[in-house]
T-cell receptor, first 113, second 112 residues
Framework: NAGVMQNPRHLVRRRGQEARLRCSPM?????VYWYRQLPEEGLKFMVY????????ESGMPKERFSAEFPKEGPSILRIQQVVRGDSAAYFC???????????FGPGTRLTVL | DAKTTQPPSMDCAEGRAANLPCNHS???????VYWYRQIHSQGPQYIIH???NNETNEMASLIITEDRKSSTLILPHATLRDTAVYYC?????????????FGAGTILRVKS
């Protein structure tokens, strides 16, 4: 049973470009969470999604960041007009509909030049 | 904000048991205690969780005090690969929201 998949593992963008981070949950999991870890800082919750619904986006920056989890395909975290402060590791986690335990992917390391 | 208190770092000799404490004095009756760890800069790895009974799995044991105000994660035979940051998290069940709130954790260094 494959774990949570994230791609790309490393992403380099220049300031002002867009970054798209993808997350495929574990098989049978319909809940997806995104977390961000800034350099030398702790993990911070960003958003919680179920299929086609955003359940909790209390940790998302108000501008430039968006997330979706369509009926088909992976969850996408989109960052528009990236700035250097967006450089971080972005982790996705998933959980099944009948349990609370979240399982994390390997992360995407975003570097903004 | 995180509702747990953990020591910032601990050392453990390889092959010995590692006992990682966590204080959660304000825990509510419906809150679980979860443990995760993060090895270097990898994704956090789920270890174990419990509500009030002690729990054991292939990775570790979780001992929760009777008043539930503190707990201890036990790695019975620590290896060098167990060197990581260990996070103790308290959270309610699904119906109250699902986000994990990570604190600073405990850096466990296993030494040969």
């Amino acid at each position: 049973n494959a774990g949570v998949m994230q791609n790309p593992r490393h992403l380099v963008r220049r300031r002002g470009q867009e970054a798209r981070l993808r997350c495929s949950p574990m098989k049978g999991h319909s809940h997806v969470y995104w977390y961000r870890q800034l350099p030398e800082e702790g993990l911070k919750f960003m958003v919680y999604l179920q299929k086609e619904n955003i359940i909790d986006e209390s940790g998302m920056p108000k501008e430039r960041f968006s997330a979706e989890f369509p009926k088909e395909g992976p969850s996408i975290l989109r960052i528009q007009q990236v700035v250097r402060g967006d450089s971080a590791a972005y982790f996705c986690a998933s959980s099944p509909p009948t349990a609370d335990t979240q399982y994390f992917g390997p992360g995407t390391r975003l570097t903004v030049l | 904000d995180a509702k747990t208190t953990q020591p910032p770092s601990m050392d453990c000799a390889e092959g010995r048991a590692a006992n990682l404490p966590c204080n959660h004095s304000t825990i509510s009756g419906n809150e679980y205690v979860y443990w995760y760890r993060q090895i270097h800069s990898q994704g956090p790895q789920y270890i174990i969780h419990g509500l009030k009974n002690n729990e054991t799995n292939e990775m570790a044991s979780l001992i929760i005090t009777e008043d539930r105000k503190s707990s201890t994660l036990i790695l019975p035979h620590a290896t060098l690969r167990d060197t990581a940051v260990y996070y103790c998290i308290v959270r309610v069940g699904r119906e109250y929201g699902n986000k994990l709130v990570f604190g600073a954790g405990t850096i466990l260094r296993v030494k040969s």
